[in-house]
């Protein structure tokens, strides 16, 4: 029953690694989001899309690039993973901007 | 490795307290708002909303509070339980209308029996 899924659950990848996780949803929303999680903190937007149209946060590091290939799948590609990108990766979607989000159980990313 | 997290603010109360959880948000035309539970190793989970044109929201056992002349946020538990133990979180929609969620800085609940 699960709306949205996100793969991994525990993801490990060696620093400078490209590594890439997975999102996909079941609700048909419009809109999906990448949020980086660490210990003790609020979820951090990264980016963002609405439909095919992308929205990246003006502090958000190059190293992160996404990917929505239709409305059900997005990806989160890091590119050269440091230790400081060791964290919980949220995927989330709502139905459009400005309404309740709807989140995965997470990536738990460790770089080593 | 991961770098050290900031310390959570922590509630602690006996099982069947009430519980309040507060946020302050900054932004006057924020429109919408939203709590979010998040458990140890999942996601954040929707509890309740409220838009700026109410002040006061009920769930089940869950009260959200807005004064927007302070632009502060509460969340009350009733008969709180040990399985409300999480993080809380406020969300605000800081744009108003179409804008992404932006969130606060999260409490920690701890229930004990």
């Known amino acids: 029953d699960a709306m949205v899924i996100q793969n991994p659950r525990y993801q490990v990848t060696q620093f400078g690694k490209p590594v890439t996780l997975s999102c996909s949803q079941t609700?048909?929303?419009?809109?999906m989001y990448w949020y980086q999680q660490k210990s003790s903190q609020a979820p951090k937007l990264l980016f963002h899309?609405?439909?095919?149209?992308?929205?990246n946060e003006a502090d958000t590091p190059d190293n992160f690039q996404s990917r929505r290939p239709n409305t059900s799948f997005c990806f989160l590609d890091i590119r050269s993973p440091g230790l400081g990108d060791a964290a919980m990766y949220l995927c989330?979607?709502?139905?459009?901007?400005?309404?309740?989000?709807?989140f995965g159980q997470g990536t738990r990313l460790t770089v080593v | 490795g991961e770098s050290v997290g900031l310390h959570l603010p922590t509630l602690s109360v006996q099982e069947g307290d009430n519980s309040i959880i507060n946020c302050a948000y900054s932004?006057?035309?924020?429109?919408?708002f939203i709590w979010y539970k998040q458990e140890s190793g999942k996601g954040p989970q929707f509890i309740i909303d409220?838009?700026?044109?109410?002040d006061k929201r009920q769930g089940q056992r869950v009260t959200v509070l807005l004064n927007k002349t302070v632009k502060h946020l509460s969340l009350q538990i009733a008969a709180t339980q040990p399985g409300d133990s999480a993080v809380y979180f406020c969300?605000?929609?800081?744009?108003?209308?179409?804008?992404?969620?932006?969130f606060g800085k999260g409490t920690m609940l701890l229930v004990s029996p």
């Open positions: 989330a979607t709502s139905r459009t901007l400005g309404t309740e989000a709807f």
């Open positions: 609700l048909n929303h419009n809109v």
């Open positions: 899309y609405y439909d095919k149209d992308f929205n």
């Open positions: 932004n006057s035309a924020s429109d919408y």
């Open positions: 409220i838009r700026s044109n109410m």
């Open positions: 969300a605000e929609n800081p744009g108003g209308g179409y804008s992404t969620l932006t």
